[in-house]
Each structure stands twice: as structure tokens, then as C-alpha cells.
């Protein structure tokens, strides 16, 4: 009988536990969000975006601009995009969850936070991807205490910069930090480079007709394997279905990431966009 009192009051534990919000991986979270918000505190003092920051930029990157309404619109110190309800793989072999989301992305210089919440079999399972002052890493945890990994390596830390760069055209103060370079291919396409802490990754914006950007396409990234070790593999951003938010601004409201092996497209994150703010949140 008390075997079985002692196993009840551990079940309960453990159920009251998992339901609570608080977890040490989204405190860390949370609190680098915090030192990065300060350090990025807004000094721009009701700045506005003009058609003559990004002249010296390729056309459809100019185009991409106006079309999505950010001219006339406040620049931004950091960027937050959350992701509801994600299809998530998490290897080519690998378990299928459904995640939420949650990144900021920095100005000041390449900074760069996300926060996965989900669970297997009923089990919180949380992931935390950083990059800031250069160094990058990945963290699984389970059952709010159990590390699962923590990659960590020069293959992160461009990979975690090619994440930051796909995801600049969001948030277009970026690009007018210097780091950002462009070389126009096309009328629909321009390769971008950005240089940091002696890394410098590329990748190709392409935009459709209406020059809405639907595609970042990189040879920089690296994925891990189960073994551990790094796989060179085209990788892609891929966005559709843009809708026009309050500010007037247009954002896609469909995003997947894409791994093209030789023998498979592998799509790993297959979501909505929920949100897009800025300085707030």
C-alpha cells in the first residue's frame, strides 16, 4: 500500500509538473530575450523607412520594399514571429510533432532567439536555437529536465547566421546595418551575403511576379546527423499566401523549410505564421 501511495504521489508530481508553465529552458529563453531587448533598446527616435535607404540595393529588393508596404513604416530594433500549431520533423527518420514557436530577431547585429514548445507522447519536449555575438547552438529538452542534445560548433554558428540572413527581408533595418550584401541575378532574383565574426554565408532571395519574396535557397547550411556529424545540403525558406497587416504592411502567412538531399526534398517545418511585431512583445 505504500509502495503504491509513493507511486501515485510521484505520477501527480510529475502531471503537475508538466502543466505548469514554468520551465528552466524557457526561463533561459526568456531571459536572453530580455539582456538582448536592452541591449537593442530603441533609439531611433520615430525613424522611418524611405525609399531613399535602400537605393543603393537591387531592384527587386527595392520593389520588394515598397510592395510590402515597409516605406513610410517605423525601422525596427527587433523583430518577434510566432508560429502556431508547426509540422515538425525532426529527422528524415525521425518523430513528427506539432510545435509552436517563437524567434526574435535583433538589429543592432546578427542576434538571433527561437523557442519550440511541444511534446512526445504527452511529455513537454522544448527546443531552444540561439546565435548571439557570433555563437550559435541547439537544445532539446524533455520533460522540462532531461537535455535530449545541445549541438554547438562552427557548423552552427552558420547555419544559426543563414537562419538570421533568410529572415532579414522581414525586418529591413537589417539590411541597412552594412553587413548585408546584395548582387542582382535577374529581374526576380538576388544573392545576398552577410559577413560576421569572420563567417560569411550566402543564399538567393527569389521573388514572384507581384515581388513578394517566396524563396531563400543556400548551399551554406550544414545539417546534423543522428551521428553526430555535419552533412553539407541545399537549404531553402520557402514563403507563401502574403496578407496585409494593419500597418499596411505584407507579410507571408505560410512558411516551410526545406532540406533538398539527392534523393528527396526533405520539409522539416511546415507551418503558419501567426504573428509579426515589432519592439514589442
Known sequence: MIVLIIIGVLILTAVIWFMIPYSPARKEFERDVQKLKEQNAPSLDGEVFTAEDFEIFPEPV????ERCGYIGNPKMSYMKMYY???GFKTGRK????????TSYNFVSRPDRLAFIDSSMFGVPFQGYDYFSDGKGGMKGVLAKLISLFDQQGN???KACLVTYLSESLFAPNILLSGLVTFEEIDPHSVKASITYKGMTVSGVFNFNDDFEMTSFVSDDRSVANSDG???NIKWSAECRDYEQSES???YPTGFKAVWHYPDEDFVYFDGRIKSISYDRG
Not at 62 to 65: A, E, L, P, S
Open 155 to 157: 557548423d552552427m554558428d
Open 248 to 250: 499596411g504592411i505584407r
Open 229 to 231: 556529424t555535419y552533412e
Open 84 to 86: 502556431e500549431d508547426v
Open 94 to 101: 525521425g518523430a513528427s510533432l506539432k510545435i509552436d514557436y
Open 62 to 65: 527595392r520593389k520588394y520594399i
